[in-house]
T-cell receptor, first 114, second 112 residues
Framework: GAGVSQSPSNKVTEKGKDVELRCDPISGHTALYWYRQSLGQGLEFLIYFQGNSAPDKSGLPSDRFSAERTGGSVSTLTIQRTQQEDSAVYLC????????????FGPGTRLTVL | KQEVTQIPAALSVPEGENLVLNCSFTDSAIYNLQWFRQDPGKGLTSLLLIQSSQREQTSGRLNASLDKSSGRSTLYIAASQPGDSATYLCAVTGNQGGKLIFGQGTELSVKP
């Protein structure tokens, strides 16, 4: 079966522009997670969805970051007014349910802000 | 606040050696622990998941152990191969599950 997919694989943008990153989880997985991987910070949690609701948004670094999930499936992470420090690889993961289940990761979107 | 540490940061071994990667965490109230590998420029591949009630899990040449009370896990790789070269990450979830807290990883190089 298909794994987690993310698009685009690479995104180069100018400082101040908005970007949207997309994640398609494994079919039937109700839990979806966004993480960010940067050289200085390692892998950091951003936000967790269970179905369409987000019970844990504690990792979003500022109000420029937002995410939504529709139909319990696809999720979009939006970064407004991008800054150079937003440059990182954004990873999405899904699991059958939150909690005890294994998380499966997508290939990531590499974001470069010039 | 949960913190996860992996030692060593980098490791180079000749092909065929058995090796151990270490992971420690500061808060023993975890729900589970997961080991991943990451190849350069790629996403994370799940290797093993250990629930907090378990002591170890095995998959092929990999064996992961968990000592929750002491806040430690080890990943044992038997008969290492050049294809095992990658960065290995451990991560824990808190006792409510959900988000993973990651270590900084161990970069493994297996020389032919």
């Amino acid at each position: 079966g298909a794994g987690v997919s993310q698009s685009p694989s690479n995104k180069v943008t100018e400082k101040g522009k908005d970007v949207e990153l997309r994640c398609d989880p494994i079919s039937g997985h109700t839990a979806l997670y966004w993480y960010r991987q940067s050289l200085g910070q390692g892998l950091e949690f951003l936000i967790y969805f269970q179905g369409n609701s987000a019970p844990d948004k504690s990792g979003l670094p500022s109000d420029r970051f937002s995410a939504e999930r529709t139909g319990g499936s696809v999720s979009t992470l939006t970064i407004q007014r991008t800054q150079q420090e937003d440059s990182a690889v954004y990873l999405c993961a899904s699991s059958p349910w939150g909690g005890a289940y294994e998380q499966f990761f997508g290939p990531g979107t590499r974001l470069t802000v010039l | 606040k949960q913190e996860v540490t992996q030692i060593p940061a980098a490791l180079s071994v000749p092909e065929g050696e058995n090796l151990v990667l270490n992971c420690s965490f500061t808060d023993s109230a975890i729900y589970n622990l997961q080991w991943f590998r990451q190849d350069p420029g790629k996403g994370l591949t799940s290797l093993l998941l250990i629930q907090s009630s378990q002591r170890e899990q095995t998959s092929g040449r990999l064996n992961a152990s968990l000592d929750k009370s002491s806040g430690r896990s080890t990943l044992y790789i038997a008969a290492s191969q050049p294809g095992d070269s990658a960065t290995y990450l451990c991560a824990v979830t808190g006792n409510q599950g959900g988000k993973l807290i990651f270590g900084q990883g161990t970069e493994l190089s297996v020389k032919p």
